[in-house]
């Protein structure tokens, strides 16, 4: 069974600077790994995927995450916050192997900007 | 959102009656999913079909079924309304179960 931990729930940047959000995951197969973005009364929108290609992983809006098997880890960054990143994020694995191929998302993190 | 309406968007319902809601594509995609959003919990599967006429459960089942009768649409209900199950419903379309999976803009369901 595979699970995802998003180790912050709430984080706070000011316009500009770097964003960072943090994503622990456990697989027992090389999992597929998702970043989705929710704005406020909206549906999830999808930022970015990796799928065991390339380990940076480039999405929409400017963001991008880096794979990093020895840290389980799949952290998504951006490197100037603008207002309109303000939303919630979630963190999602997909199992590899057949028959377990369901989406288990994490908590999410909601991300504040501040002007 | 590509081509994934719900409806009702909003509904307000007492506690032991039926309710149902729908998901519409337009896309032709061949699985469709219906989740529930939760604080705390993320997102949680609750049913998902691969086909008409076929459908699975997800890991939050009880309480709810769910009916793919034509490819474009996928109902979600709830036989008797409980409380706890006052939420915010999405449904999610992918080609393939091993497609990313678009997500329609919600229903919040309300069950006093």
């Known amino acids: 069974a595979q699970s995802v931990t998003q180790l912050d729930s709430h984080v706070s940047v000011s316009e500009g600077t770097p964003v960072l959000l943090r994503c622990n995951y456990s697989?027992?197969?090389?999992?597929?790994l998702f970043w989705y973005v929710q704005h406020p009364n909206k549906g999830l929108q999808l930022l970015l995927k990796?799928?065991?290609?390339?380990?940076l992983v480039k999405g929409i809006n400017g963001f991008e995450a880096e794979f990093k098997k020895s840290e389980t880890s799949f952290h998504l960054t951006k490197p100037s916050a603008h207002m309109s990143d303000a939303a919630e994020y979630f963190c999602?694995?997909?199992?590899?192997?057949?028959?377990?191929?369901?989406?288990?998302f994490g908590t999410g993190t909601r991300l504040t900007i501040i002007p | 959102d590509a081509g994934i309406t719900q409806s009702p968007r909003h509904k307000v319902t007492e506690t032991g009656t039926p309710v149902t809601l729908r998901c519409h594509q337009t896309?032709?995609?061949?699985?469709m999913y219906w989740y529930r959003q939760d604080p705390g919990h993320g997102l949680r599967l609750i049913h998902y079909?691969?086909?008409?006429?076929?459908?699975d459960k997800g890991e939050v089942s009880d309480g709810y079924s769910v009916s793919r009768s034509k490819t474009e649409d996928f109902l979600l209900t709830l036989e008797s309304a409980t409380s706890s199950q006052t939420s915010v419903y999405f449904c999610?379309?992918?080609?393939?179960?091993?497609?990313?999976?678009?997500f329609g803009p919600g229903t919040r369901l309300t069950v006093t």
């Open positions: 999610a379309i992918s080609e393939s179960v091993r497609d990313e999976q678009y």
């Open positions: 697989s027992s197969y090389s999992p597929s």
């Open positions: 990796y799928t065991s290609a390339a380990t």
């Open positions: 999602v694995v997909r199992g590899a192997n057949f028959g377990n191929e369901k989406l288990t």
């Open positions: 896309e032709n995609h061949r699985y």
């Open positions: 079909s691969y086909g008409v006429k076929d459908t």
